[in-house]
């Protein structure tokens, strides 16, 4: 039987602008997860059937979103992967990657928040938090639609802290569509950033931080990059969930499992899968005539000047502006350098749509401009900023790097500090954050620093530059070979593989009895996590909504419109919300196709690659979407289930008590744990329950 693989993500692995006179051209996503995906899915065997489903970004997205047409061809195509691209409501978009997405998870996994004044989570984030909770739901939709429509065995590949509540979305969604048929399916999810501890971590609202665990641990397996960010999941799945955490160490930096977390009767593995890069391709990008024509460039700007580079999005993980406070110090600290080595800092836009972006991205030219004023001489530029997206040149700048600079605050892998290595002619000195997730690989042959240790940071770029030939050279090689020993047709192919393997993976038919997670509404009076969040019952009946309600403030429009909706029998959405999963379910999704591998694209230095491909049509796609009705039932309570506050019902059973779950499908009803304290009413026609 064929391997049918679903993928999705926030940011597909193409995107498309308008033209002066208007037409579409479609052009490579950028970022080290679509490279890694993009490249993972051309290793695949050619007759696995491929989707990748993810959101439109911009209005020209959304016009390919909307038309009929794709052009399935495009120059330097291997093999072309399907693309179906989500419509989602714009203000509803917005609000779940930027206000939920970007300044809440992002700045929570990777610790950057100004604690005394921020995050404040007040009504708006919970509006927010709706938003979220509506956009995922599209994305489940989305990949329920496209599982039921073939019978090849099934994985799922889920990515990253946009889709968090998706892996508990979808099982519950499949769960009930497929009954008691045999289908052989496993879902994956993937978090490319880093994760939290509990401590910092609890700094969500109860309910919002216990949902983002419960969502992933609806996924058969939840990899990482690196151990330390799997081991910080597995730790907030026990602390904040209570749920029954069992580990096995790595004893290295992978890839394998790290451990299973048990919560609502369903076992989820925890793994990690670093990331590398496909050494042979990049090199040979790197011997295209444009990167060449910048490396001549370069090397008249540097003259025969030490060359210390960096290649990051302006992004405040990036530590961009320690980074240049760094170099500041190495001039002035050790003076012998002044006018015999360059700074290349490439510092690419990044999500201007948020002041702090922004605000960071005039810190960057400052202190920029201050090193320049201070150091510059008739002769000799010291540092040398670039803000605009060139994706050639940066691998120029790699090829010719003496000492890579890779720094950040935290970052889930970083694949700059595995391609710099690669690419270098010469072999570079890496100076690399231990924060990093590279640097559970790297460590061996790079300078670590604290990246935030400016004056550490400043002696081992002097150091660095100090290295004598050879020993920059062995050092090189070595990261050279770390990098390339995990590519991404590994990285994705192993993801695979063990999805295949878990024994809790799939369906009924593979795991042999159905796995326990409640078809049912469930009623209780405490979180998993302790009484932190008060639930009425008619939140905690429902569990989509559940969250909404539970999270809405008395007098909030998503408390009002719960109400009456719970009077009307009918899901409390908001209009918004309601028009994602329209559009979500619309029969119009557009299936385009992607070219799955160019000669252009497979590095995470390729944020935009600024190439764009010719003018694209965009296909039409016959997705044999279902509409339902948003009244599906007729009871007290507002039906609207995803699992979310279902979950309450096995993970507050007492060990020994009897199961208060429900099998899909059944009669409403309402059962007593052992603990006599847990009422579990179910309903078979939750729309959302049952969809
Ligand atoms: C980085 C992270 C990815 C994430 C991406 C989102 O590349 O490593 O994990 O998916 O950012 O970036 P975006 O530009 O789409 O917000």
């Known amino acids: 039987m064929n391997q049918r693989v679903l993928v999705a993500s926030n940011r597909g692995p193409v995107s498309y602008q308008f033209g002066a006179d208007g037409s579409l051209t479609g052009s490579r996503g950028g970022g080290g997860m679509i490279a890694g995906v993009t490249d993972g899915l051309a290793a695949l065997d050619p007759g696995t059937d ?8 911009s209005d020209a997205d959304r016009a390919v979103a909307r038309s009929q047409e794709a052009d399935p061809s495009d120059e330097g195509l291997r093999a072309g992967i399907p693309v179906r691209m989500l419509d989602i409501a714009p203000a509803t978009f917005d609000r779940a990657y930027n206000n939920v997405a970007n300044s809440a998870l992002w700045f929570l996994l990777h610790q950057l928040f100004d604690t005394p004044n921020q995050p404040r989570f007040g009504r708006e984030f919970r509006r927010d938090w709706e938003s979220y909770l509506a956009y995922n739901e599209a994305f489940a939709d989305a990949l329920t639609q496209e599982a039921l429509s073939g019978d090849a065995g099934l994985r799922v590949l889920i990515q990253d802290y946009h889709l968090c509540l998706v892996p508990r979305l979808l099982r519950n969604r499949l769960g009930h569509r497929l009954g008691e048929d045999a289908r052989d399916a496993g879902i994956g999810h993937f978090c490319h950033t880093p994760w939290a501890p509990p401590d910092y971590y609890r700094m969500l609202p109860d309910e919002v931080g216990w949902a983002l665990l419960d969502g992933i641990l609806g996924a058969d397996r939840a990899g990482f990059h690196a151990e330390r960010w799997a081991t910080a999941f597995m730790d907030c799945c026990a602390a904040v969930l209570g749920a029954q955490v069992s580990r096995v160490g790595l004893g290295g930096p992978g890839p394998g499992p790290v451990g299973r977390v048990t919560y609502r009767g369903h076992v989820t593995e925890v793994a990690v899968n670093p990331l590398g890069v496909d050494a042979p391709a990049l090199r040979e990008r790197a011997r295209a005539g444009d990167v060449q024509a910048n490396v001549d460039a370069l090397r008249r700007a540097a003259g025969d ?20 406070a760094a170099y500041r110090e190495l001039l002035v600290t050790r003076p012998q350098w002044r006018g015999r080595v360059v700074h290349l800092a490439f510092a690419y836009p990044s999500r201007s749509a948020l002041a702090e972006y922004r605000a960071y991205t005039d810190q960057v030219r400052q202190l920029a401009g201050q090193i320049t004023e201070e150091f510059r001489t008739a002769d000799w530029d010291p ?11 940066s691998l120029a700048a790699c090829a010719l790097a003496d000492v890579l600079l890779v720094n950040p605050i935290r970052d889930g892998m970083n694949l700059v500090a595995q391609e710099g290595p690669v690419l270098s002619e010469r072999g570079c000195a890496l100076v690399l954050s231990r924060e990093a997730g590279a640097a559970a690989t790297l460590a061996a042959d790079a300078l670590l620093v604290n990246p935030y240790d400016v004056t550490e940071t400043a002696e081992a770029l002097h150091q660095a530059l100090a290295m004598p030939d050879a020993e920059r050279q062995r050092r090189g090689a070595a990261l050279a070979a770390t990098a390339a020993a995990d590519p991404p047709a590994r990285w994705l192919g192993g993801q695979l593989a063990s999805l295949g393997s878990l024994p809790g993976a799939g369906w009924p038919a593979r795991s042999g009895q159905w796995p326990s997670w409640p078809a049912s509404a469930v009623s209780s009076a405490t979180t998993p996590s302790g009484p932190a969040t008060t639930r009425s019952a008619a939140a905690a009946t429902c569990g989509d909504s559940a969250l909404a309600l539970a999270t809405a403030q008395p007098g909030t429009p998503s408390a009002r419109s719960a109400r009456t909706a719970a009077k009307a029998g009918r899901s409390p959405r908001s209009s918004p919300q309601n028009k994602t999963e329209r559009a979500a379910r619309s029969p119009a999704s557009p299936v385009s196709a992607l070219p799955l591998s160019t000669p252009g694209g497979r590095s995470s230095i390729t944020r935009r690659p600024g190439s764009a491909a010719r003018p694209s049509r965009v296909a039409s796609s016959p997705s044999g979407a279902r509409s339902r009705s948003s009244a599906a039932c007729g009871s007290a309570v507002p039906r609207v289930c995803t699992a979310t506050a279902c979950a309450l019902s096995s993970t507050q059973v007492p060990s020994g008590a009897p199961a208060a779950a429900s099998t899909p499908g059944s009669a409403a009803r309402a059962s007593a744990t052992a603990a006599g304290a847990r009422v579990v009413v179910s309903s078979p026609s939750c729309h959302r329950c049952q969809p």
């Open 383 to 393: 540092l040398l900023l670039e803000v605009r997206d060139d994706y050639p040149r």
């Open 50 to 57: 491929v989707t990748w489903i993810c959101a439109a970004l």
């Open 305 to 324: 000047r030490k060359l210390i580079v960096r290649v990051d999005r302006t992004e405040l993980s990036k530590n961009i502006v320690r980074g240049l």
